[in-house]
């Protein structure tokens, strides 16, 4: 079974910090992406990458940065957190394009 | 630009009182049409994947079904576990998926 782990399930933070999150698969799959889960937003996608130190915008890229130095660790980087940040925030990653997404257990974030 | 939209918003119903969840879709060049369940606090779970119109799939008291425009999944004589999100996304001629927003089933016993 793929397994996508994240660094925390829960995270509170103080405005003005820099946050990491972490992401970890064991499958070697090329793909991984970072989203954001609102209420009544659904998903919506931060960053992504399809191999080791490549990085794509997703559609709300803004106040975020990624690293991915090694194919299966992906990182999100907050760089000065602030509330509206405030999130679930879900790690994705699929072996092949157009594939299934196997998602991680998420972190809550919340940002004081 | 790919779009999904999941109706109804919510869903509430009897334990054992089938129904169905409705993905209605645009996309140029359907590569998969992707099932998947959420529940409270956790990430998505994938359920099915779907290729091409008049396929279907099923699982346990789940099927999904597909045409050109939409997809059904089919939830028959449900019972209170199967309460959960169900997402729909759609996969084009992008490295993205485009997800809808989610039907909340609830199923009361």
């Known amino acids: 079974d793929v397994k996508v782990t994240q660094s925390s399930r829960y995270l509170v933070k103080r405005t003005g910090e820099k946050v990491f999150l972490e992401c970890v698969q064991d499958?070697?799959?090329?793909?991984m992406f970072w989203y954001r889960q609102d209420p009544g937003l659904g998903l919506r996608l931060i960053y992504f990458s399809y191999d080791v130190k490549m990085k794509e915008k997703g559609d709300i890229p803004e106040g975020y940065s990624v690293s991915r130095e090694k194919k299966e660790r992906f990182s999100l980087i907050l760089e000065s957190a602030s509330t509206n940040q405030t999130s679930m925030y879900l790690c994705?990653?699929?072996?092949?394009?157009?594939?299934?997404?196997?998602f991680g257990p998420g972190t809550r974030l919340t940002v004081l | 630009e790919d779009q999904v939209t999941q109706s109804p918003e919510a869903l509430r119903l009897q334990e054992g009182e089938s129904s169905s969840l409705n993905c209605s879709y645009t996309?140029?060049?359907?590569?998969?049409l992707f099932w998947y369940r959420q529940d409270p606090g956790k990430g998505p779970e994938f359920l099915f994947t779907?290729?091409?119109a008049g396929e279907e799939k099923e699982k346990e008291r789940l099927k999904a079904t597909l045409t050109k425009k939409e997809s059904f999944l089919h939830i028959t004589a449900p019972k209170p576990e199967d309460s959960a999100t169900y997402l729909c996304?759609?996969?084009?001629?992008?490295?993205?998926?485009?997800f809808g927003r989610g039907t909340s089933l609830i199923v009361h016993p």
């Open positions: 994705a990653s699929t072996l092949l394009y157009a594939t299934e997404q196997f």
């Open positions: 996304a759609v996969h084009g001629g992008s490295y993205i998926p485009t």
């Open positions: 779907l290729y091409s």
């Open positions: 996309v140029s060049g359907l590569r998969g």
């Open positions: 499958m070697d799959h090329e793909n």
